[in-house]
């Protein structure tokens, strides 16, 4: 039987420094100072995709009207640093439709089955009058750009706000949710993708403008372990478990057939290939917290694949 060999060099921590995704997902990145509004794409790596009027802040400006702390909107500190993105939710009176969305493509495309962490800030600008609780994200395989109207898009988001109507102007509020990949998602577009019928919305106040406008910060996406995942063939011959793995990861497959398996970091490097009869025991106490893919392979050829999480 072949010896195992881990090459620990090959390890990083991976979720000690994971990579967020959004690339500028602070905002604090752009081409050009903004001077007015309408102007998201001076934000680097964002874009407007529709016919609408996004706005971009970055107290760089000398503009009043997307300063930060002061702008069109109200009064707010960015959530880090000195900039952020403005959005409308829902503008004016009932069926006027009216939407705004940021995009921004994904530094790499998501992979199939794993899971994926969430979380960006937001505000509500002073002078609102309403708010609504539909605020969703979408991810996508291709970009939605150069929509030529400003209606809601027709498409349905995978994330979405859950937490009821937020009314809070001064503090940042905070969505997290984790994502299991459908695979080759690679952009990722941010607003309400409901019309105004079916939008729902609170009256704050009777002083404000008949619009609910949020500021938006610190967006990221990041590869997580998602703890307490499991494959979804874990009870399917053959057999691999515990997952998540400790110390020692088991694979049974009684069948007496000479098998191989193949484990692979997250970015596909071949971290391990083992072949065996029937069941084999791997010390996994080497291995970095995260996530693994492995396949196991006979002389039939591929016979299971999937992710472990390394706790």
């Known amino acids: 039987m072949k010896k195992i060999f881990l090459f620990a060099f090959w390890f990083t921590n991976f979720f000690a420094s994971a990579q967020n995704l959004i690339p500028n997902g602070d905002f604090e990145q752009y081409s050009t100072c903004p001077t007015g509004i309408d102007q998201l794409s001076n934000a680097s790596f964002w874009i407007n995709p529709t016919g609408a009027t ?5 107290q760089c400006s000398t503009s009043i009207q997307i300063g930060v702390p002061n702008n069109n909107f109200g009064f707010q500190q960015a959530h880090s640093g000195v900039a952020y993105g403005g959005i409308f939710l ?3 009176a009932t069926g006027s439709n009216y939407r705004e969305y940021i995009e921004t493509s994904l530094s790499s495309p998501l992979i199939s089955n794993l899971c994926y962490h ?5 505000n509500l600008g002073n002078n609102c009058s309403i708010s609504t609780n539909d605020i969703s994200v979408y991810l996508s395989d291709s970009s939605i750009a ?9 498409f349905i988001p995978q994330l979405n706000y859950t937490t009821g109507f937020f009314t809070d102007t001064l503090n940042w509020i905070n969505v997290s949710v984790n994502y299991i990949a459908t695979g080759g998602e690679n952009y990722l577009t941010i607003g309400n993708f409901k019309d105004d019928l079916n939008t729902d919305s609170l009256l704050l106040n009777n002083t404000g403008h008949n619009w609910a406008y949020i ?3 610190d967006i990221s996406l990041i ?8 494959s979804p063939t874990s009870n399917i011959s053959p057999y691999i478990y515990p997952n998540p793995i400790s110390n020692t990861l088991v694979i049974d497959t009684k069948n007496n057939k000479p098998t191989s398996i193949i484990l692979y970091d997250i970015a596909s490097r071949k971290i391990l290939e083992q072949e065996f009869i029937n069941t084999l025991a791997i010390n996994t106490i080497s291995l970095s ?5 492995y396949e196991m392979v006979n002389k039939d050829g591929v016979i299971k694949q999937g992710k472990l999480v390394k706790e």
Do not use: H, R
Request: aromatic share 24%.
């Open 215 to 217: 500021y938006i910060d």
């Open 90 to 92: 829902l503008f004016g």
């Open 54 to 58: 996004p706005d971009y802040y970055n």
């Open 118 to 122: 969430f979380e960006m800030y937001f």
């Open 223 to 230: 590869l997580s372990s998602c703890t307490g995942i499991n």
């Open 289 to 293: 917290k995260g996530i693994y893919l």
């Open 146 to 154: 150069n929509v030529s109207n400003s209606y809601p898009l027709p």
